[in-house]
């Protein structure tokens, strides 16, 4: 430096020789103030600037740039390798060495035997061989009495079985008849009770019109005739009873219970509607010897249902005379029935029109009739 250099003061001139002198900044502040009027308008007012001038550092009091070094990389040993036996491994020859003989080549074609191994006709196009002949049969002799025989036995047995025809052909008795349309319903109406199972004819639960339904208690699983009364028997005449399908029910309200049966009558049609005919239910009704008896379902409400509880019984006949319905009916509460004499006069409280008992006996006939008749008309419709 020279001695007459005055030399630079400090913070006003501090560039370097071939640098140049950093620009100079400053730092403005802003302040605005919003206002929002009463039409709800804001306004913005600016209320105050402020600049501040901002001193650079020199390039000397920056930090100096330190380069990084690269990181030394470890150097590994080099590995050696392995030391190999002598003579261990020797590797194959070139090629495999080949025979100085060739293998035997077997001969063009095998010598066949004689006369051996036919061969068989081709069937196709061409010509055919003659086939080997026929050999002859040989005829069968059967002595003339034996054939005389056999002619006989099949001329008795085709005599036979046209007599057989002859008299299975319907020519106006009874056979006649089954053939006609009035006698197919006939029959599918005395079938009703075989082809329907006792459950479906006297069914769980019987409703009849209102809110009155009848349940079924209990199956009596006899079915002979011998349980109805000698009188009720002697009244069919001249048809018979086949069967009697009978089970107990209960109302609705548990007051009344019934024994229910289903006659079934055997006879011819014109007797079967003599029955339906002369059959006279409320006269009957008065008649205590005709009276069907009971049939008491243990550990249920008719557990005590016995004869001597009868109040009323009522029957009805199909049209046909086919079927009889009959119902007997009596009190839950085990109270006696009236005698033969109250009966007979239909006199007493018990056996007046409004009496449960009266009308069980009445309904239930009536309903078990409508089932029938309707299986009735179901079967002679396939029948017709």
């Known amino acids: 430096m020279a001695a007459d250099d005055p030399g630079t003061s400090r913070g006003t001139h501090w560039a370097h020789e071939g640098e140049q002198e950093p620009p100079e900044v400053t730092r403005v502040d802003v302040t605005e103030v919003v206002e929002v009027t009463s039409e709800g308008v804001a306004e913005v007012d600016v209320a105050e600037v402020t600049q501040?001038?901002?001193?650079?550092?020199?390039?000397?009091?920056?930090?100096?740039?330190?380069?990084?070094?690269?990181?030394?990389?470890?150097?590994?040993?080099?590995?050696?390798?392995?030391?190999?036996?002598?003579?261990?491994?020797?590797?194959?020859?070139?090629?495999?060495?080949?025979?100085?003989?060739?293998?035997?080549?077997?001969?063009?074609?095998?010598?066949?035997?004689?006369?051996?191994?036919?061969?068989?006709?081709?069937?196709?196009?061409?010509?055919?061989?003659?086939?080997?002949?026929?050999?002859?049969?040989?005829?069968?002799?059967?002595?003339?009495?034996?054939?005389?025989?056999?002619?006989?036995?099949?001329?008795?047995?085709?005599?036979?079985?046209?007599?057989?025809?002859?008299?299975?052909?319907?020519?106006?008795?009874?056979?006649?008849?089954?053939?006609?349309?009035?006698?197919?319903?006939?029959?599918?109406?005395?079938?009703?009770?075989?082809?329907?199972?006792?459950?479906?004819?006297?069914?769980a639960s019987i409703k009849r019109e209102g809110s009155e339904t009848y349940i079924r208690l209990g199956i009596n699983p006899d079915e002979s005739c011998a349980k109805l009364p000698a009188a009720f028997t002697t009244n069919l005449a001249p048809t018979k009873c086949a069967h009697v399908l009978s089970a107990t029910y209960a109302d609705r309200t548990q007051t009344v219970t019934a024994t229910v049966g289903i006659v079934v009558v055997s006879g011819s049609a014109a007797n079967r509607l003599r029955l339906f005919q002369n059959w006279t239910p409320d006269s009957n009704a008065n008649n205590a010897a005709m009276m069907p008896h009971t049939y008491p379902i243990p550990r249920s409400v008719a557990a005590q249902f016995t004869d001597a509880q009868r109040v009323a019984w009522q029957s009805q006949a199909s049209a046909d005379g086919t079927y009889l319905v009959y119902a007997v009916a009596g009190f839950t509460d085990g109270r006696t029935g009236p005698g033969t004499a109250a009966i007979a006069a239909a006199s007493g409280s018990a056996l007046s029109s409004t009496s449960p008992a009266v009308q069980v006996a009445g309904d239930l006939p009536a309903a078990i009739q409508d089932l029938l008749a309707s299986r009735i008309q179901g079967s002679q419709g396939g029948a017709s």
């Open 52 to 203: 501040t001038p901002l001193v650079a550092l020199p390039p000397s009091a920056q930090p100096p740039f330190i380069m990084q070094q690269p990181m030394p990389q470890p150097v590994y040993p080099q590995q050696q390798p392995y030391p190999q036996p002598p003579g261990a491994y020797p590797q194959p020859q070139a090629g495999y060495p080949q025979p100085q003989v060739a293998y035997p080549q077997p001969p063009a074609s095998y010598p066949q035997p004689p006369g051996a191994y036919p061969q068989q006709p081709v069937y196709g196009w061409g010509t055919q061989p003659p086939l080997p002949p026929v050999p002859p049969q040989r005829k069968i002799s059967l002595p003339r009495r034996t054939l005389a025989t056999a002619s006989a036995l099949v001329v008795v047995a085709a005599l036979a079985l046209g007599i057989g025809l002859v008299m299975a052909q319907p020519s106006g008795g009874s056979a006649a008849k089954h053939t006609t349309g009035a006698a197919a319903q006939d029959d599918a109406a005395r079938a009703v009770w075989r082809t329907a199972t006792v459950e479906q004819l006297l069914p």
